[in-house]
């Protein structure tokens, strides 16, 4: 609901407030005093393209703003999805620059202009002669089946069953093209895996390998080194150890001697000992040490076939070998069971087509029922706003599986006697159409929650008791809902909460517009213009009491 609007610097307005009725507010003047320019600043809220042409004057930045209650409206997921803070007071408020920059902000948060539009969408709904196009789009014809019909809690079960559907549908064709890929992979893949697994590769064996490949192939040379060195160690005559057994006795007779060389050949000790066990250490490397020509050459082989394997696959280590088969025997393991997992797959997508199909027919079959309910009131109401020849008739086709359902759902029309119904665009002139859309939106407003709807001269081309019948249902829309509604008819006018007047004002240089909300005498005096021109009788005065009294 829009609880006040403010425009500066739009058009003829300099600065306009209004803050309209709850139910149903009134908006006359005359012609060109600019009730068309307030819903042009009212189309910039709901996201219509900015012209820096509107602003009256050109130095001073142009703001519209609009505050709205929109607890009723279920819009916490729409502002979360969008990053918005929500309030159950929302301000938006849109701003063009002397350079042509807009900007639009929703509760101080700038938001696109396309964000803009989807939230006005559902706060304001403008309606005028020339703006019935939406009534001839299929989907807002389907729309207005499910809410005539009640079926919003089975459109929320086929919206389920649907999503089921194309997750399910979309698993099996990605699984089906995954299959295509691996049937062309799975030979070279069963190549590569029985190569890797032909090795038996060992985790760390790449380092062992290579240092035994290096005692092997100097094995002789290894040989003769450290039976050199122990040579020097063990010679008889000349040998290390020798040579250190002298030099242990003679500082254990300095020990002897004085106890301050304890240290130090304790200290010799402990190398002497080392240096044995090192010589012990190389005599049993010295055995170990093997001229092995065979397996030098079996090493040799196996390391070759690693180092080829690590090139073709371009890693380094046995471990990313391993890695490596690991995934092809996957990748073999998947293919090999493949036919399982597609039939699974197609099952589980033949399962959720058929409960989508159920689902959808459920919710087909609900659609259907309230067709001749539904063609009857719309005929009924259209009697009454002048159309007693009027004809409607609701046709649907099957279709394949939508987001909307099974169903495309078509509105056909026939004003005149004698004529076959037929889709809208095709035969229902502009005043034709405006009382068709008003009195589908009469009928919505006891189903659903309706944003603010702006009737834009809706009464145009009718007069006497179809415009005393059209704002009956007006005020009754306005029970629940709230209207705000442009006209130049003195009994539509005069059955207001609220009436304001837009006049222009000539006092200053430019002609600029402004707004006056009425009170009681000022109304009288405004319909009574209404009625007879710009000097009323008295009995033009009687008959705007008249009216607004009844």
């Given at each position: ?213 290096e005692v092997l192939e100097n094995a002789e040379e290894i040989k003769l080194k450290i039976n050199e060195i122990l040579a020097l160690f063990q010679d008889d005559q000349f040998g ?232 009956r249902m007006m005020k009754e829309i306005a029970r629940k809902h709230q209207v705000i509604c442009i006209t130049h008819l003195p009994q539509v006018a005069a059955k207001g909460e609220l009436h304001y007047f837009v006049y222009k004002d000539n006092s200053s240089e430019k002609t600029i517009s402004k707004i006056k ?34």
């Amino acid at each position: 609901m829009l609880r006040s609007l403010s425009i500066s610097n739009y058009a003829l307005i300099d600065q306009l407030n209004m803050q309209p009725s709850q139910g149903l507010s009134m908006i006359t003047g005359e012609t060109g005093a600019g009730k068309s320019i307030m819903l042009g600043a009212v189309g910039l809220l709901l996201g219509n393209r900015a012209d820096t042409k509107a602003l009256l004057h050109e130095e001073k930045k142009c703001v519209v703003e609009g505050i709205f209650e929109v607890k009723e409206y279920g819009l916490k997921g729409f502002f979360e999805e969008n990053e918005l803070d929500y309030e159950d007071i929302c301000i938006i408020r849109r701003e063009i620059s002397p350079g042509g920059k807009s900007r639009s902000f929703v509760n101080d948060t700038p938001v696109l202009l396309d964000t803009l539009k989807a939230l006005g969408a559902q706060l304001m709904d403008v309606h005028s002669q020339h703006d019935t196009l939406l009534l001839g789009e299929g989907a807002y014809q389907l729309n207005l089946v499910d809410a005539f019909s009640q079926s919003y809690p089975e459109v929320q079960a086929y919206h389920s069953a649907f999503q089921s559907f194309k997750k399910a549908k979309k698993n099996f064709q990605e699984l089906k093209q995954r299959a295509l890929e691996l049937q062309k992979e799975a030979d070279f893949n069963q190549f590569l895996l029985d190569e890797l697994s032909g090795l038996t590769l060992v985790a760390g064996e790449q380092s062992e390998l290579e240092s035994n490949q290096e005692v092997l192939e100097n094995a002789e040379e290894i040989k003769l080194k450290i039976n050199e060195i122990l040579a020097l160690f063990q010679d008889d005559q000349f040998g290390a150890i020798q040579g250190l057994g002298q030099i242990q006795q003679g500082l254990q007779g300095l020990e002897r001697l004085a106890h301050k060389f304890s240290p130090l050949r304790e200290r010799f000790q402990s190398v002497f000992i080392e240096l044995k066990d090192i010589m012990d250490s190389l005599g049993d490397e010295e055995s170990k040490v093997e001229v092995d020509f065979g397996k030098l050459d079996e090493i040799r082989d196996r390391l070759s076939k690693i180092y080829q394997l690590q090139k073709k696959h371009g890693v380094g280590t046995v471990e990313e070998l391993m890695e490596i088969e690991s995934q092809l025997a996957d990748k073999v393991f998947k293919f090999q069971n493949l036919d399982e997992s597609l039939a699974n797959a197609e099952n589980a997508f033949q399962k959720a087509e058929k409960e989508m199909l159920e689902v959808g027919d459920v919710l087909s079959k609900k659609r259907r029922a309230c067709f001749t309910e539904f063609e009857k009131a719309l005929e009924s109401l259209l009697a009454g706003l002048g159309m007693e020849n009027a004809r409607v008739k609701f046709e649907r086709k099957e279709i394949s599986p939508s987001p909307n359902g099974l169903d495309e759902v078509e509105i056909l029309f026939s004003a005149n006697k004698g004529s076959q119904p037929q889709p809208l665009k095709k035969v229902a002139s502009g005043g034709e159409f405006s009382r068709l859309l008003f009195a589908i939106k009469y009928l919505m407003a006891d189903k659903m929650a309706l944003p603010t709807l702006i009737f834009d001269e809706i009464d145009t081309g009718i007069s006497g008791e179809v415009a005393l019948q059209m704002v009956r249902m007006m005020k009754e829309i306005a029970r629940k809902h709230q209207v705000i509604c442009i006209t130049h008819l003195p009994q539509v006018a005069a059955k207001g909460e609220l009436h304001y007047f837009v006049y222009k004002d000539n006092s200053s240089e430019k002609t600029i517009s402004k707004i006056k909300l009425l009170n009681e005498k000022e109304r009288v005096e405004e319909l009574s213009k209404m009625i007879a021109g710009a000097n009323p009788s008295a009995s033009a005065v009687e008959s705007a009491k008249e009216l607004l009294a009844n």
